[in-house]
């Protein structure tokens, strides 16, 4: 299934892509997709719906991020060796963790903010992994039976932020719209080997990061199990699993995004992403 949040910003409603490529309205079954509204018992409970019977709605309407909102927002930091080559940075041993705010998510192709002060804002095309069930010391080998679904994030960065302010990285991860997430949820079924996903991203119409997941150092089923035993997983936490090569402080010179700029994005099956760049006011 693919499962979408549609309607204006911050009144959307779930639903879900019809066979045919239409929107139907879920909301006279579930209130929304977050926390348990995306867990493995409530996804089954949606594909025993016909759809049928559920609303149309128009193709044209808004999509907001494809989760309400999120128990956690945890991102994984240079998984990808040309990435981490291309920053300068070593290849890690172990999974770089970090998380995002939650406040900074945002529909796939609303507008992406350039916050107060801002001079280094650059982009992330990701694999994002929903966790669908309340989990800790899960096996690799038991991994993805935990995932509710897949979708793209765009982790946008603000890299002066990041790295010349001292502290986590979460802070320059995380002002408002730094977080588009969708268009849908993918549920995990339809994936059959998310390390072999292409990706990419355009700024300007000019491919920036091309690449596939199966360049990633930490496999998804590693990062879960990495994560579950430091903290206990929630249904509904979402994980960004790293960025590949292309990111605009790893170019010569530097480039970072400015207003106007527009980002597309794409990975295989989880559709695409359209952002305009406008500046803090």
Not at 73 to 96: D, M, Q, R, S
Not at 155 to 169: A, C, H, L, N, T
Not at 236 to 249: F, K, N, R, S, Y
Request: glycine share 8%; hydrophobic share 35%.
């Amino acid at each position: 299934m693919k499962l979408v949040r549609f309607g204006k910003k911050n009144n959307e409603k779930p639903g879900l892509i019809d066979p045919e490529g239409g929107i139907r309205d879920l909301s006279d079954y579930f209130s929304d997709f977050t926390h348990e509204g995306v867990s493995l018992e409530t996804l089954d409970k949606i594909k025993n719906i016909d759809y049928n019977k559920l609303s149309k709605i128009p193709r044209t309407t808004r999509l907001g991020s494809c989760l309400a909102d999120t128990p956690n927002f945890y991102c994984i930091g240079l998984n990808y060796v040309k990435h981490a080559k291309e920053t300068n940075a070593e290849i890690p041993k172990e999974p770089i963790v970090f998380s995002k705010s939650t406040s900074s998510i945002t529909g796939p192709n609303d507008q992406v903010i350039i916050p107060k002060g801002s001079v280094k804002t650059d982009w992330e095309v990701e694999l994002g992994v929903i966790i669908g069930e309340n989990c800790q010391y899960v096996s690799e080998k038991d991994a993805l039976s935990v995932v509710s679904g897949y979708c793209i994030v765009n982790d946008v960065s603000e890299r002066s932020y990041q790295f010349d302010r001292g502290g986590q990285w979460i802070k320059g991860k995380s002002a408002p719209t730094f977080a588009p997430i969708g268009p849908f949820i993918v549920t995990a079924d339809e994936i059959e080997d998310p390390q072999n996903l292409n990706m990419e991203l355009s700024v300007n119409g000019i491919t920036v990061q091309k690449s596939n997941t199966s360049d990633m150092i930490f496999k998804v089923t590693e990062i879960i199990s990495h994560l579950s035993n430091f903290m206990a997983l929630r249904q509904g936490d979402i994980i960004a699993t790293g960025t590949p090569e292309g990111v605009g402080v790893g170019m010569k010179p530097p480039m970072f995004l400015k207003e106007g700029d527009i980002m597309e994005l794409e990975i295989d099956f989880l559709g695409s992403q359209k952002q305009t760049v406008v500046a803090y006011k």
